[in-house]
């Protein structure tokens, strides 16, 4: 087997009859009779089963069967109705697909994750899930994020050599990476050693039963459950005792007190639950909406703020380039085939800009030859090729106008390179920002002679000669105003959380006639204490030029304030705020780690359904309120009734099985 072609498709099916398929059987794989028997645990069920045992104690035996029967039954009809549900939610999620890119006889193709085997040869490029436990044996800048496995905030840096320090543990090894992390920045290819359960991901989810948040719903679900339980038994025991003193029979006075403890108790309120969720989620699928997870259905319904990023989400994600330009704000041919040779050679994160600049024009490479590159990321926000033309070596540079503006000298004009001093770095700032209020996004070309060295670095993407403006155009998609406004007539605050600078967030929200409360930019925000963000972020709609921290940061700290947080992104810098927020939703179309760590997905980009889940989620929540309701009142008032009237009968008014 030749490790740089990867394995034939004849050896691969082979190996996956001998490894099985890449997955982790999650807490929802666990068999038809574990989950049947689990019904039996209820809080609810096991009032009544202690009941039917203190009967039979009593000698009571065909009240006992009775109750046991009862009993039997709720659980039955609970366990097929969860049982129909579940599987009708699972089935929706087969719909969301997670692929890795995969070599099967000398070809890359793209495979579900769960027919990966061990041996094959994979990539690893910027946004996408490390679908196996892998060993490295390709790098560029490649970044990996273990923070599911490790706890570690930031990522950490993957290469071929291997690590020349003892560790005791093998993350720490630079060129091993694992499943359950996801890849930050950078390119690289690996080979897989170990699949599904064998991984370092499968051991550690036998070891650990894996934990999952509450929502607010579930919570209040348990507490009024337990809630009941002990004021059924307060009341059950001073009935007993007022019974056994005025009628003298103390089992007479048990038999009457343990019906009325059956008569308390909300037995199908699971069952309840469950039926309306699942519904929901079915309900929403004709929607063209996936349900992940049925409980953050009711997110849906609380949700009273929702944070999105602006770029696919509030726009049509259909990014055309419309301007290329030197210092002097003309056309130029050359800036444009400066942004075609880094855009063409770099091999990291797949965006929308790079895809415009390549559809715009194509340019002739017979006599380049690219030498290594610096992968993006959302530090510096730029990312490099090293290229290789007509003998010389060149480092030309594509990022935010700003943090290029920081690392260039020089400025070329008309074929000549100029000393880049304040008045024309002013001049530069003023072009951009001119196009950013026109509702472009801006991205600055610029590049430097570079000699031959073993290793480059971001440390080299310094005294650049700035070359020029790429501008582009991507128009807000026509359902999301009426979507705002709908969320708005909901009650729930809209926020725009963008990597984009002020002004293009000014120029989407005049457009979707988003009204403006107040803007606050990422460096401002990483300047504030946690009490004084807390404090403008009720009185802010727009926040620019943010990282993935920062957004997450913004998340948490609404979420402080008491808010249900929705957050709507599709990038692999949302991800953090997916995870972050109380109802993480996401589009089929986004990367791998965004539809992953998102709850729910859009099979469509029709913003507007959003305000039909919100609708749907409050039904949903409004159904099982009624049930409790109602059952609650009716039972309460039976039950009362029947307490009072056992003081003035002289016989039982009624017995466990009624």
């Given at each position: 087997?030749?490790?740089?072609?990867?394995?034939?498709?004849?050896?691969?099916?082979?190996?996956?009859?001998?490894?099985?398929?890449?997955?982790?059987?999650?807490?929802?794989?666990?068999?038809?009779?574990?989950?049947?028997?689990?019904?039996?645990?209820?809080?609810?069920?096991?009032?009544?089963?202690?009941?039917?045992?203190?009967?039979?104690?009593?000698?009571?035996?065909?009240?006992?069967?009775?109750?046991?029967?009862?009993?039997?039954?709720?659980?039955?009809?609970?366990?097929?109705?969860?049982?129909?549900?579940?599987?009708?939610?699972?089935?929706?999620?087969?719909?969301?697909?997670?692929?890795?890119?995969?070599?099967?006889?000398?070809?890359?193709?793209?495979?579900?994750?769960?027919?990966?085997?061990?041996?094959?040869?994979?990539?690893?490029?910027?946004?996408?899930?490390?679908?196996?436990?892998?060993?490295?044996?390709?790098s560029n800048d490649l970044y990996i994020n273990q923070s599911a496995l490790t706890g570690e905030s930031f990522p950490v840096k993957k290469s071929v050599q291997e690590s020349s320090v003892n560790s005791s543990s093998s993350y720490e090894n630079p060129n091993l990476a694992f499943m359950g992390s996801s890849v930050a920045s950078g390119f690289g290819e690996a080979i897989v050693l170990k699949t599904g359960a064998a991984t370092?991901?499968?051991?550690?989810?036998?070891?650990?039963?894996?934990?999952?948040?509450?929502?607010?719903?579930?919570?209040?679900?348990?507490?009024?459950?337990?809630?009941?339980?002990?004021?059924?038994?307060?009341?059950?025991?001073?009935?007993?005792?007022?019974?056994?003193?005025?009628?003298?029979?103390?089992?007479?006075?048990?038999?009457?007190?343990?019906?009325?403890?059956?008569?308390?108790?909300?037995?199908?309120?699971?069952?309840?639950?469950?039926?309306?969720?699942?519904?929901?989620?079915?309900?929403?699928?004709?929607?063209?909406?996936?349900?992940?997870?049925?409980?953050?259905?009711?997110?849906?319904?609380?949700?009273?703020?929702?944070?999105?990023?602006?770029?696919?989400?509030?726009?049509?994600?259909?990014?055309?380039?419309?301007?290329?330009?030197?210092?002097?704000?003309?056309?130029?041919?050359?800036?444009?085939?400066?942004?075609?040779?880094?855009?063409?050679?770099?091999?990291?994160?797949?965006?929308?800009?790079?895809?415009?600049?390549?559809?715009?024009?194509t340019f002739d490479l017979t006599a380049i030859k690219k030498i290594d590159e610096l992968p993006f990321d959302f530090n510096r926000r730029i990312m490099s090729v090293i290229i290789e033309e007509n003998g010389f070596l060149k480092l030309i540079s594509k990022g935010a106008p700003e943090e290029i503006f920081k690392r260039s000298k020089n400025y070329l004009l008309d074929g000549k390179i100029l000393s880049l001093d304040e008045e024309m770095k002013k001049r530069l700032e003023k072009i951009y920002e001119q196009f950013s209020q026109e509702g472009f996004r801006v991205l600055a070309i610029a590049s430097r002679k570079i000699g031959s060295q073993e290793d480059y670095t971001d440390d080299d993407e310094k005294e650049l000669t700035f070359a020029g403006f790429v501008a582009f155009l991507d128009p807000p998609k026509p359902t999301a105003a009426n979507a705002i406004r709908q969320m708005n007539s909901l009650g729930i605050k809209f926020k725009i959380l963008s990597g984009d600078n002020e002004f293009v967030c000014r120029k989407i929200c005049s457009e979707l006639k988003i009204p403006i409360d107040g803007v606050l930019g990422g460096e401002e925000i990483d300047r504030l204490s946690d009490f004084d963000l807390e404090r403008k972020i009720e009185k802010t709609n727009i926040f620019s030029r943010l990282n993935p921290l920062q957004k997450e940061k913004i998340i948490k700290a609404l979420k402080r304030k008491g808010h249900t947080v929705g957050y709507l992104g599709d990038g692999v810098n949302d991800a953090p705020s997916l995870k972050a927020a109380d109802l993480g939703i996401s589009v089929d179309n986004a990367t791998d780690i965004a539809k992953e760590t998102a709850q729910i997905i859009l099979l469509e980009k029709n913003l507007e359904v959003l305000a039909d889940c919100v609708a749907e989620g409050r039904k949903t929540f409004a159904n099982i309120i009624k049930y409790i309701k109602m059952g609650s009142s009716s039972n309460f008032g039976n039950m009362i009734s029947m307490a009072g009237a056992s003081l003035f009968l002289p016989f039982l008014p009624m017995l466990p099985p009624q």
């Open positions: 087997m030749d490790i740089n072609q990867g394995l034939s498709q004849i050896e691969a099916n082979r190996r996956f009859l001998i490894s099985g398929p890449n997955e982790i059987t999650s807490r929802d794989k666990k068999s038809a009779f574990y989950h049947f028997a689990k019904k039996f645990f209820n809080p609810l069920i096991i009032t009544l089963i202690f009941v039917a045992i203190i009967s039979l104690a009593l000698g009571e035996q065909i009240n006992a069967w009775i109750i046991i029967a009862i009993a039997i039954l709720s659980v039955v009809l609970s366990f097929i109705q969860e049982y129909n549900a579940s599987r009708a939610a699972e089935k929706l999620r087969s719909m969301v697909k997670i692929t890795a890119r995969v070599y099967r006889d000398g070809q890359p193709v793209e495979l579900p994750i769960r027919e990966i085997v061990p041996g094959d040869k994979i990539e690893l490029t910027a946004g996408k899930m490390v679908p196996a436990d892998v060993k490295i044996t390709k370092e991901f499968g051991k550690l989810s036998k070891e650990t039963a894996q934990v999952v948040n509450e929502t607010a719903f579930q919570k209040g679900i348990n507490r009024f459950t337990w809630l009941m339980i002990r004021f059924t038994f307060l009341l059950v025991f001073f009935i007993f005792v007022v019974n056994a003193i005025f009628k003298g029979n103390i089992i007479e006075a048990l038999l009457f007190s343990l019906a009325i403890a059956i008569g308390l108790t909300p037995e199908m309120l699971p069952m309840i639950v469950t039926i309306n969720l699942a519904k929901g989620a079915i309900d929403m699928a004709r929607k063209k909406v996936i349900i992940k997870e049925l409980a953050s259905i009711q997110n849906f319904g609380a949700m009273d703020v929702l944070c999105a990023d602006k770029t696919g989400t509030l726009t049509i994600n259909d990014i055309v380039l419309v301007k290329h330009c030197d210092a002097n704000g003309k056309e130029n041919d050359e800036i444009l085939r400066l942004a075609f040779l880094n855009s063409y050679y770099q091999s990291g994160l797949e965006n929308l800009l790079d895809n415009a600049i390549l559809n715009y024009r």
